[in-house]
């Protein structure tokens, strides 16, 4: 089951004609061909390869175009071209000297020949002649990279033990290398052919989590998939399914790149075998349907591929299952068979279906569920934004009513008291000193009263709502909130060479006084900056600073006034944003940005 034992000797190939080509100089055409057939696209690697003239190239790279062909018709699964191919460029690398290249071709018909059922002693001597040049080899790369494939050919009941060895000599002939990759693939090598070669699952669960290790320093995802596929493997070699299930889960919750969803499909077939032998039938049904929607992933080719041994493997045990039933009644047997399976592929036919049906009503109910919640929340919103207008307007309409109660009664009432005061004072002829002094300071407490109350009537708007506009109204509201040697407020206008909209102007300057309250009330500060900046027509920018104490923004919660989160929502009503920056301690910056 391991999923490198139909895989291992066709992906050593590919390794060993990406690493036998990496630093060679060969035609630019063909380097980029090359980069072609590793990103797996053997079909526009062959259509590049047929417009190449190879009667044109040098001897060096005719080699390496017919290398690569042959390459290329082993991913096509056409296997005797691919040999045909590999004698001829052996041929052609012998004569330029390159030996380790033509050892390389070795061990690639040795896998062909074995593959296509023919020439045992002719690829075994393939196999021999590589071994006896790796052995002598000089450079300890080459000689690792070499033994690991001729190694990896081996892994077979008849030559097992050989395998064993020579993976055993290139662990420490590779100790003073820090190749974790290469190493992480030699203990999956060993662990496979402890695990399916010689069905020993405890020695190759040794092996897998030395590999697990070094699959963890390389982060691979692939490769740790793979690692927790084959220990699930050995799990149900020992009858631990439920071990296996939980590997075999953990393995699907890896994310993988598109070129290997074949994986994917392995452990849901498998995760289906295992849950099935389990009797967990729903479970069983849910990971065969997610193989299916993984195999339909899978291109044509790659697909084909992936069933033929599935089909293979399972059909040998449908043919002793078989056999068994016709050795008790071969016609009565074979018609019980037939509609057992029959019935069984209708039951899981109806049983996919009302799963998908359930799965789809499900679906649906939560996209209203999620569709109601949304309508409710935008619901909820704009009743918060039209209160927050609400308030706003009914302070705005309050503050009007008190500046024109105190402008035209208690304000009239004042000037009328004044005038009678001082009518009071030129009818009296004679009045000695005190008397003087007290006329006048009364008469001074009733001008500063009466200017009191007319600076409060004309504070309704403070400049906004008539000709004098945003800016005045700040600067006066400024310099009235600032205290001597206690507080002091500093407008920094930028831009703002014209008027904005009256009612965008009254809403800007109510946010700046509520924030400007606040911090005289909170923050104990000592200096205050506003800035106010426009810096296209189109948007406007307002920043409050001070050096007070600062606060936690998440504590912060509705009180009297406009408040912050009453200034927020009515900011984002306005299509802005309203940000607090503030910390204990470190003073606080509200940074207001409105589109126009």
């Given at each position: 089951m391991c999923i490198r034992i139909k895989q291992i000797q066709l992906a050593l190939l590919i390794w060993f004609f990406q690493m036998g080509v990496a630093y060679c100089q060969y035609d630019s055409r063909l380097i980029l061909l090359q980069k072609k057939y590793d990103k797996r696209e053997f079909t526009q690697t062959k259509q590049g390869l047929k417009n190449i003239s190879f009667s044109n190239l040098k001897v060096a790279d005719q080699a390496y175009f017919l290398y690569l062909n042959a390459n290329v018709l082993l991913a096509l699964e056409k296997k005797d071209s691919a040999y045909q191919e590999f004698v001829r460029s052996k041929k052609i690398f012998l004569q330029i000297d390159s030996l380790e290249k033509a050892m390389d071709i070795n061990l690639n018909m040795s896998f062909l020949l074995i593959s296509l059922k023919k020439g045992t002693p002719e690829s075994s001597a393939y196999i021999a002649e590589a071994?006896?040049?790796?052995?002598?080899?000089?450079?300890?790369?080459?000689?690792?990279?070499?033994?690991?494939?001729?190694?990896?050919?081996?892994?077979?009941?008849?030559?097992?033990?050989?395998?064993?060895?020579?993976?055993?000599?290139v662990l420490l002939l590779s100790k003073p290398l820090k190749n974790e990759e290469q190493k992480s693939s030699i203990y999956n090598n060993l662990a496979v052919l402890y695990n399916e070669i010689l069905v020993k699952p405890d020695s190759a669960l040794y092996y897998?989590?030395?590999?697990?290790?070094?699959?963890?320093?390389?982060?691979?995802?692939?490769?740790?998939?793979?690692?927790?596929?084959?220990?699930?493997?050995?799990?149900?070699?020992?009858?631990?399914?439920?071990?296996?299930?939980?590997?075999?889960n953990q393995a699907d919750g890896i994310?993988?790149?598109q070129d290997r969803l074949d994986t994917k499909f392995y452990i849901n077939y498998y995760k289906y075998i295992y849950y099935k032998k389990s009797n967990d039938s729903r479970n069983a049904i849910i990971s065969l349907e997610k193989s299916n929607l993984y195999r339909d992933s899978l291109d044509l080719h790659q697909q084909n591929l992936v069933v033929k041994e599935l089909q293979t493997k399972y059909k040998t045990q449908e043919k002793e299952l078989e056999n068994l039933q016709l050795k008790t009644d071969a016609k009565t047997n074979r018609a019980i068979f037939y509609a057992t399976v029959f019935l069984f592929l209708i039951l899981i036919i109806i049983s996919i279906l009302g799963y998908k049906n359930i799965i789809k009503k499900k679906r649906i109910a939560e996209q209203d569920r999620r569709i109601k919640i949304q309508e409710l929340e935008n619901t909820l919103k704009n009743q918060e934004l039209n209160d927050i207008d609400l308030i706003l307007e009914s302070q705005e309409k309050e503050r009007q009513n008190i500046a024109n109660e105190l402008h035209d009664n208690l304000g009239s009432m004042l000037a009328t008291l004044k005038l009678n005061f001082q009518n009071l004072k030129r009818q009296k002829e004679a009045v000695n000193l005190n008397e003087t002094k007290l006329y006048e300071k009364t008469d001074a407490l009733l001008e500063e009263a009466y200017q009191k109350v007319r600076n409060i009537a004309h504070l309704k708007n403070l400049g906004v709502?008539?000709?004098?506009?945003?800016?005045?109204?700040?600067?006066?509201?400024?310099?009235q909130m600032s205290v001597l040697e206690k507080l002091k407020i500093n407008v920094i206008p930028f831009g703002l060479t014209e008027r904005l909209d009256n009612t965008i102007e009254v809403t800007l300057f109510r946010m700046i006084q509520e924030l400007c309250t606040n911090i005289i009330k909170h923050s104990q500060a000592t200096e205050v900056n506003i800035y106010l900046t426009q810096g296209s027509p189109t948007d406007i920018n307002i920043i409050i600073e001070d050096n007070g104490i600062g606060f936690d923004p998440k504590t912060i919660e509705r009180k009297?006034?406009?408040?912050?989160?009453?200034?927020?929502?009515?900011?984002?009503?306005?299509?802005?944003?309203?940000?607090?920056?503030?910390?204990?301690?470190t003073g606080t910056s509200i940074i207001i940005d409105l589109p126009l």
């Amino acid at each position: 089951m391991c999923i490198r034992i139909k895989q291992i000797q066709l992906a050593l190939l590919i390794w060993f004609f990406q690493m036998g080509v990496a630093y060679c100089q060969y035609d630019s055409r063909l380097i980029l061909l090359q980069k072609k057939y590793d990103k797996r696209e053997f079909t526009q690697t062959k259509q590049g390869l047929k417009n190449i003239s190879f009667s044109n190239l040098k001897v060096a790279d005719q080699a390496y175009f017919l290398y690569l062909n042959a390459n290329v018709l082993l991913a096509l699964e056409k296997k005797d071209s691919a040999y045909q191919e590999f004698v001829r460029s052996k041929k052609i690398f012998l004569q330029i000297d390159s030996l380790e290249k033509a050892m390389d071709i070795n061990l690639n018909m040795s896998f062909l020949l074995i593959s296509l059922k023919k020439g045992t002693p002719e690829s075994s001597a393939y196999i021999a002649e590589a071994l006896r040049y790796y052995n002598s080899c000089s450079d300890l790369k080459t000689k690792i990279k070499g033994l690991i494939g001729v190694a990896s050919q081996k892994i077979n009941a008849n030559e097992a033990k050989e395998s064993i060895a020579i993976f055993r000599q290139v662990l420490l002939l590779s100790k003073p290398l820090k190749n974790e990759e290469q190493k992480s693939s030699i203990y999956n090598n060993l662990a496979v052919l402890y695990n399916e070669i010689l069905v020993k699952p405890d020695s190759a669960l040794y092996y897998l989590k030395k590999d697990y290790s070094y699959c963890k320093k390389i982060n691979s995802n692939y490769a740790i998939c793979v690692n927790l596929v084959n220990q699930a493997s050995s799990y149900s070699k020992k009858n631990d399914l439920e071990k296996a299930i939980q590997l075999l889960n953990q393995a699907d919750g890896i994310e993988l790149s598109q070129d290997r969803l074949d994986t994917k499909f392995y452990i849901n077939y498998y995760k289906y075998i295992y849950y099935k032998k389990s009797n967990d039938s729903r479970n069983a049904i849910i990971s065969l349907e997610k193989s299916n929607l993984y195999r339909d992933s899978l291109d044509l080719h790659q697909q084909n591929l992936v069933v033929k041994e599935l089909q293979t493997k399972y059909k040998t045990q449908e043919k002793e299952l078989e056999n068994l039933q016709l050795k008790t009644d071969a016609k009565t047997n074979r018609a019980i068979f037939y509609a057992t399976v029959f019935l069984f592929l209708i039951l899981i036919i109806i049983s996919i279906l009302g799963y998908k049906n359930i799965i789809k009503k499900k679906r649906i109910a939560e996209q209203d569920r999620r569709i109601k919640i949304q309508e409710l929340e935008n619901t909820l919103k704009n009743q918060e934004l039209n209160d927050i207008d609400l308030i706003l307007e009914s302070q705005e309409k309050e503050r009007q009513n008190i500046a024109n109660e105190l402008h035209d009664n208690l304000g009239s009432m004042l000037a009328t008291l004044k005038l009678n005061f001082q009518n009071l004072k030129r009818q009296k002829e004679a009045v000695n000193l005190n008397e003087t002094k007290l006329y006048e300071k009364t008469d001074a407490l009733l001008e500063e009263a009466y200017q009191k109350v007319r600076n409060i009537a004309h504070l309704k708007n403070l400049g906004v709502i008539g000709s004098e506009g945003l800016l005045v109204a700040v600067y006066k509201m400024a310099e009235q909130m600032s205290v001597l040697e206690k507080l002091k407020i500093n407008v920094i206008p930028f831009g703002l060479t014209e008027r904005l909209d009256n009612t965008i102007e009254v809403t800007l300057f109510r946010m700046i006084q509520e924030l400007c309250t606040n911090i005289i009330k909170h923050s104990q500060a000592t200096e205050v900056n506003i800035y106010l900046t426009q810096g296209s027509p189109t948007d406007i920018n307002i920043i409050i600073e001070d050096n007070g104490i600062g606060f936690d923004p998440k504590t912060i919660e509705r009180k009297s006034g406009i408040g912050l989160k009453n200034i927020e929502k009515k900011v984002e009503q306005m299509g802005g944003t309203f940000t607090i920056d503030s910390n204990n301690n470190t003073g606080t910056s509200i940074i207001i940005d409105l589109p126009l």
